[in-house]
């Protein structure tokens, strides 16, 4: 549904449609996949779910990414009380959250996960897979109900089991589009399973999935072909980062040359859109003149996010008029005024994110609480000074 008011004057990128796949997004500003650890304990989608983003769609969001989601019950879900979509019965518990939405006229993607060695808590089983045998860096989130202590050492996963869990993301997508989602994207970044093969420390192999950049993406190209082939006429895309949630610093060793390879390569698997996660927002990579996500742009042709302090429209608006990206995620913004797109449509200020909306857990009842506690939000001003860096 198109925005009016002074801000589409002043943000005419922003406040454009544009198409991903064969679906008008009416404008370009996406909820960012926001963690909140809120379902039942065995990944039932509740109403508190159904509310929060059915308010994203009142706000005017011209599309609303879901929280990763899990995609089997067996080593894929990595948060205790995150949502699944591994059983007919948590698929259906999610049609409740479609019918809202699209009530409200908003489009919505599932997100669909596997935590690979990043386990915080998992419903079904013990322990937890990746490519090689190597502990993540730093401590679970408490944040996310993680214990604040180390990471399991992971086992390796088996290639019968590399092969099931690329069988198992189809299976997962083709769920989210039966139950009504728009469009699936894959969280291929961040230091989960699929960016456990991307990453050279995590990633210890010798075989053709390790080694050179070409092999070690070559995990996302299977599983986009998965999800491509089980979802043939929807939106599929791919969230890809260089930083974890574990791990701020890492950057690809093989810069630009690495970008060269990695866009494509999954650009070919016949996807229709990139999200390029970066908190630190869209300044240049690898010495290039662009950001990562300009980059996928440049690489690919294909609509790409933006994302990583994004929530100025000021700032939003020149990412896009740059070529920084097609769209803008906004992850904390969205959170902090779920009605930022109409708010900056009228050209009203949305409310800043401020830390305790996330504190002590990113729940939906920690966030309720706030807002008892902090009625009228945090002005600007007095907003904690720590930044939050990101999760999940
Ligand atoms: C509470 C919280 C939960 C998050 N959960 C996810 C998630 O489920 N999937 C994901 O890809 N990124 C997740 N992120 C990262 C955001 O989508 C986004 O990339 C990050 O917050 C940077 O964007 P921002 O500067 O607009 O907040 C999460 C971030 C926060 C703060």
Do not use: F, H, I, V
């Given at each position: 549904m198109a925005l009016s008011g002074p801000g589409t004057v002043k943000y005419p990128n922003l406040f454009s449609p544009k198409k991903i796949g064969n679906l008008e997004i009416s404008n370009r500003a996406v909820v960012s996949p926001l963690t909140?650890?809120?379902?039942?304990?065995?990944g039932i989608v509740t109403d508190q779910m159904r509310d929060y983003y059915a308010s994203y769609a009142r706000g005017g969001w011209g599309l609303i990414m879901t929280e990763a989601v899990y995609i089997?019950?067996?080593?894929?879900?990595?948060?205790?009380?995150q949502p699944g979509i591994a059983s007919d019965e948590q698929r259906d518990s999610w049609a409740k959250v479609v019918e809202a939405v699209h009530a409200e006229g908003a489009p919505i993607f599932m997100q669909i996960f596997h935590c690979g060695a990043i386990n915080q808590g998992n419903n079904w089983v013990e322990g937890s897979i990746a490519p090689s045998v190597v502990t993540p860096k730093g401590e679970q989130i408490p944040r996310y109900r993680g214990s604040g202590t180390v990471f399991q050492t992971p086992r390796e996963i088996t290639r019968d089991e590399m092969a099931e869990v690329v069988e198992t993301y189809g299976q997962a997508a083709r769920r989210a589009i039966e139950v009504g989602f728009d469009g699936v994207e894959v969280h291929?970044?961040?230091?989960?399973l699929p960016d456990e093969f991307l990453t050279v420390y995590t990633n210890q192999r010798?075989?053709?999935?390790?080694?050179?950049i070409e092999n070690r993406i070559r995990y996302h190209c299977e599983v986009m072909e998965s999800v491509r082939a089980a979802v043939p006429d929807k939106p599929v895309g791919v969230r890809i980062s260089q930083t974890k949630v574990n791990d701020f610093e890492y950057v690809w060793p093989g810069g630009d040359d690495d970008a060269r390879v990695v866009f494509p390569r999954l650009a070919e698997t016949g996807i229709d859109f990139l999200d390029c996660s970066a908190h630190l927002g869209v300044s240049p990579v690898f010495?290039?003149?662009?950001s990562l996500s300009g980059l996928a742009r440049r690489y690919t042709g294909l609509p790409v996010m933006a994302n990583g302090k994004l929530h100025d429209p000021d700032v939003a608006e020149k990412a896009i008029a740059d070529e920084e990206g097609d769209f803008v995620a906004i992850g904390k913004g969205a959170l902090a005024d779920h009605g930022w797109p109409r708010k900056v449509a009228a050209g009203e200020a949305p409310v800043p994110f401020d830390p305790g909306m996330i504190?002590?857990?990113?729940t939906h009842d920690c966030y309720d609480d706030f807002w008892k506690a902090n009625p009228t939000g945090i002005p600007e001003e007095k907003v904690a000074a720590r930044d939050v860096t990101e999760g999940a």
């Open positions: 909140r650890a809120s379902a039942t304990e065995d089997d019950l067996k080593y894929s879900q990595g948060y205790a009380y291929g970044a961040n230091g989960y010798d075989d053709e999935y390790g080694g050179p010495g290039t003149d662009k504190m002590p857990y990113a």
